[in-house]
């Protein structure tokens, strides 16, 4: 039987995730889910592990609706407010959209700046604001916030199995950071879902997910595979018109709550 085998949430782009035993469903994705995001102070550009592989060893956790905790090694402990609506915005560039967001102020700025070593600001997502989602898979008005592209990513444990013996290693879930993992499906069966029901909250599933050389980073170190594994092995049978696809874009229809072990249903 199909089910929800694990959840996860990244309240800060690019930096470590959390398992969730629950979680709620607003209009940008999983409650919390990449609200934060480090920018480069100078230029406003979104920062990753694409550029930082360090940041694989970042931690940022809410600590509740309103805070949340910094933590990276040699580093003491930050708690950073949530900004409100009068907090200054910073300009910032995501991919190809310009926005002003709110800046979580200067003693994140100062954290973060020392730990990676450049300047860089935090800044976050309000829940009523959000990028929309490209219209050629979404609807106008559909958004998300700090993700690449979409609310929500999906990846199937058989898939990864499949994977695990292709690369002759077992590859850590995180790896690919999902936000759903579903067990109990064949390898790949996800490509020719539609869409599916998780609990009682109905999903569009909209695009396979392209990926990056981040999968290539041990999440536990942040050293990078010295074959570039494992994109080297999905670019041997994975590969379309010279992305690499692996696990699928998901886009919720409503919002409500998720609950580990939820039934998974393939409703076309």
Known sequence: ML???????????????????????????????????????????????????????????????????????????LRVAR?????????????????????????????????????????????????????????????????DGFPLLLLNQGSLDDLSTRVGQILPVERFRPNLLISGADAYAEDGWQRIRIGTLEFRVVKPCSRCIITTLDPGTGERHPAREPLATLKGYREREGQVYFGQNLIACGEGELQLGASVEVLA
């Open 83 to 147: 900004p409100d609506e009068q907090a200054p915005r910073t300009g910032v560039i995501i991919w190809r959209e310009s926005l002003r967001v709110p800046d979580a102020g200067e003693a994140a700025a100062a954290w973060l700046s020392q730990w990676l070593e450049r300047p860089c600001r935090l800044v976050y997502m309000p829940t009523d604001e959000g990028v929309q989602v490209d219209t050629g898979y979404a609807e106008v008005g559909e958004r998300v916030a700090f993700s």
């Open 3 to 77: 089910h929800l085998s694990g959840l996860y949430r990244y309240p800060l782009k690019s930096a470590r995730g959390e398992a969730l035993a629950s979680a709620r469903l607003d209009a940008l994705g999983i409650v919390g889910d990449r609200r934060w995001m480090v920018v480069d102070a100078q230029n406003g550009r979104f920062i990753t592990q694409r550029l930082l592989p360090q940041m694989t060893q970042l931690s940022a956790l809410w600590v509740d609706a309103q805070h949340l905790c910094l933590q990276a090694p040699g580093m003491p402990e």
